[in-house]
């Protein structure tokens, strides 16, 4: 068993040359080493090497409709704000003041005219510039401290965020899913719903759950009512039953060109449009619509559920009749954070067209079930007799999500100080 050693010199650094080994080890196709999953050495590291320099999912720009109108999100210690701007724009920046760097808004969402820091007072534009610095001596230079802004990108109305100085290439993940996405018009609805679940589980956890359905059969009787279980339209174990209906429902989608086959997302995200049981078309009890007027300008409510995934923090449904985002952020290594969301059409008038307790209660219930899955997969995981075990065949998206993770760590050293002081001991041991 590998235990990790730590740098005291900066604070629960992981140990450069523990981390090599831990990669080196790594058997592709099993899940991680411990250390990975419960060491908060490694969760800091996630936050540098995946969560800081990666595109994340903030939100629906329905969420964020008039200008003002913003949205905080925590990326470790790193809190930043993504707004409506005065122009309409989506824009982010650091919710970190410029004058002895206050936390600006603390609100996890809400609407103002200015962004007036709470400590002295200074007053920043919807557009992060600042414009009154109270009591700072004439020549001061207010155009030189506007708040540092974020990237971002707007992907058929869904908000992603970087926070790198220089953000990975999101084109290709934009050019593929927006297809898929287009005709569900995600930018023209309302949230009817959103909830916040915090599970006591590491995020690796939190997605590895998400990314099979080896487990819905023995815990998530709610989704099944309607889910179809197989992942790909070619699915090896797929029954008889499913090969008819993927063929029967390809050919009324065909009809309408809407995109079904999977994306080439590799590691990176998951694209796809998939059936629910033959009589359902939406995450309802019985399978009957959640919404009565249907989302952008469809009028089919058979279309399945365009089900996208991207690392390393969101996954989606795309119905006929509702979206619904989820969105992870990490805590501490055995705390994450899932964000629900649920929208339909914004025109939809609550208790005419959809009702809470229809549109919600099937993922309510699942996102509770699978709270406690990571939850006691994170506890066997703490023990000290866990050890590496094998993904099934129908996990092979745990596959890719570990292949990502592990290069993605292995990107990281060798560009890093920590990748450095690998080399530095290896030269020297
Ligand atoms: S820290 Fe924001 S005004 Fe002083
Ligand atoms: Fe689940």
Redesign the pocket.
């Known amino acids: 068993m590998v235990s990790l050693n730590r740098s005291t010199t900066e604070n629960e650094m992981v140990d450069a040359v523990q981390l090599q080994a831990l990669l080196d080890e790594r058997r592709e196709g099993f899940s991680l080493a411990r250390p990975f999953y419960i060491d908060p050495a490694f969760h800091d590291l996630d936050i540098d090497a995946v969560f800081s320099n990666e595109w994340l999912y903030a939100c629906n720009v329905a969420e964020i409709r008039a200008p003002g109108d913003y949205l905080t999100m925590e990326i470790g210690e790193t809190s930043i704000v993504v707004m409506r701007a005065q122009d309409g724009e989506v824009k982010a920046f650091f919710n970190t003041?410029r004058?002895?760097?206050?936390r600006i808004c603390s609100e996890s969402q809400g609407h103002v005219h200015r962004l007036v820091?709470p400590?002295?007072?200074?007053v920043y534009d919807l557009d992060g510039a600042l414009l009154h610095a109270r009591q700072m001596p004439a020549g001061f230079d207010r155009e030189a401290y506007g708040l540092a802004p974020v990237n971002v990108e707007v992907i058929c109305g869904m908000v992603y965020v970087c926070i790198a100085d220089t953000p990975p290439d999101i084109t290709r993940f934009r050019r593929s899913v927006a297809p898929y996405i287009a005709p569900h018009a995600p930018e023209r609805t309302k949230v009817a719903h959103v909830e916040t679940l915090i599970e006591d589980a590491n995020w690796k956890l939190v997605i590895e759950n998400n990314r099979e359905c080896y487990h819905c059969s023995g815990n998530h009787p709610e989704l099944l009512a309607t889910l179809v279980e197989f992942a790909l339209p070619d699915d090896p174990a797929g029954s008889a039953y499913f090969r008819g209906l993927m063929e029967s429902q390809a050919r009324h989608w065909d009809a309408q060109d809407l995109v079904h086959l999977p994306a080439d997302g590799g590691n990176e995200f998951r694209c796809i449009r998939l059936p629910f049981h033959r009589g359902a078309v939406s995450f309802t009890p019985d399978g009957s619509p959640a919404c009565l007027k249907l989302l952008g300008n469809l009028t089919d409510p058979d279309l399945g559920s365009v089900r996208m995934f991207r690392v390393p923090n969101n996954w989606n449904h795309f119905l006929a009749d509702h979206i619904i985002h989820f969105r992870i952020l990490p805590l501490s290594a055995n705390r994450t954070a899932l964000r629900t969301t649920w929208l339909v059409h914004e025109d939809a008038v609550e208790g005419v067209d959809y009702n809470i307790e229809k549109l919600t209660s099937v993922w309510r219930a699942t996102n509770a079930q699978d709270a406690r899955l990571a939850a006691n997969n994170h506890l066997g995981v703490a023990s000290k007799a866990y050890v590496p075990g094998p993904y099934a065949p129908s996990e092979f998206m745990l596959r890719n999500f570990t292949n990502w993770y592990a290069g993605k760590l292995a990107a990281y050293l060798e560009k890093t100080e920590l990748g450095r002081r690998t080399f530095t001991l290896h030269a020297h041991g």
């Open positions: 003041c004058h002895r760097g206050s820091c400590y002295h007072q200074w």
